[in-house]
């Protein structure tokens, strides 16, 4: 009997670097990797043009590194948990897997349809915090104890294969006119897993030098900042993979070692 599919639901977690849904699915059966572009998401009065042309450069670059390991991205365009019903159909039964987003009223809105969903189809879910953030009623005194823990723990490097799903097309990238969005024009920084970890290592072994002095001032603080927040946003570097390589920055500039 072959193993059902794993589908790794994708948010705002656009890398395979410390993605702890898709190694724990890998380790389990065939992988669909899936991202879904919601018109009624990008119709949030929080959501611009630019967003979506953010996304989809994170989108294409995540697709060629997952094509890479042996499974492309799949990509639909419309609204959850219908698209996920659709795949049912198609795939068979399958487990779904996904980190828990930290996003806005309407996502966790839509996070829960989709649990509501999975209860009526039998589908198992498996949401992994990957924020620190607590979701639900919590005592907010223990916080930093919570997130200090969930920043400890060992990074998880992505799994050098995947086993495929036949027969699932990968899809075409939505446009902008696709979520009913104007073309963007504005102008951004590059985005992408590989964008992320240059911007991080420049912060770290050039750009931040000056850091201290220099963030408060409007001609020398767009480069001496970590210029980081894109990434964070989207999810093309973890929050826990920053604060590794932050501490072992500052470990090798002050001669500590474990």
């Known amino acids: 009997m072959s193993a059902p599919v794993q589908v790794v ?6 890398r395979v670097d410390d993605h702890r849904p898709l190694k724990r699915a890998a380790a389990r059966g065939p992988v669909l990797p899936l991202y ?11 959501y611009r043009p630019r967003h979506w042309t953010l996304i ?11 094509r890479k390991r042996g499974q492309p991205l799949v990509v639909r365009c419309g609204e959850l948990p219908a698209v996920l019903e659709t795949l049912r159909r198609q795939v068979g039964p399958f487990r779904l897997w996904a980190h828990e987003e930290t996003g806005n009223r309407r996502t966790f809105a839509r996070d829960k349809r989709v ?64 979520l009913g969005l104007r073309p963007s024009t504005a102008a951004l920084q590059q985005i992408g897993e590989a964008e992320a970890h240059r911007t991080l290592d420049s912060f770290l072994y050039e750009r931040g ?24 946003a ?5 929050l826990r993979r920053v604060v590794y390589e932050l501490r072992q920055r500052q470990d090798d500039l002050t001669g500590r070692s474990d």
Do not use: N
């Open 9 to 14: 639901w994708y948010k705002r977690d656009l």
């Open 36 to 46: 879904v572009a919601e018109p009624s998401i990008a119709a949030g009065a929080d």
């Open 56 to 66: 989809r450069e994170a989108l294409i670059e995540l697709r060629a590194r997952l």
């Open 115 to 178: 649990r509501a969903w999975a209860e009526e189809q039998g589908v198992r879910v498996t949401e992994i915090p990957c924020r620190g953030v607590i979701r639900g009623p919590h005592d907010r005194d223990d916080w930093a104890d919570h997130w200090e823990t969930a920043m400890s723990r060992p990074l998880v490097h992505p799994p050098a294969t995947l086993t495929s799903v036949e027969d699932v097309a990968p899809g075409p990238m939505p446009s902008h006119a696709d």
């Open 209 to 232: 030098r000056p850091y201290r002095r220099a963030m408060s001032s409007p001609l020398s603080g767009e480069t001496a900042c970590s210029r980081l927040s894109v990434h964070l």
């Open 234 to 238: 989207f999810g093309t570097i973890s």
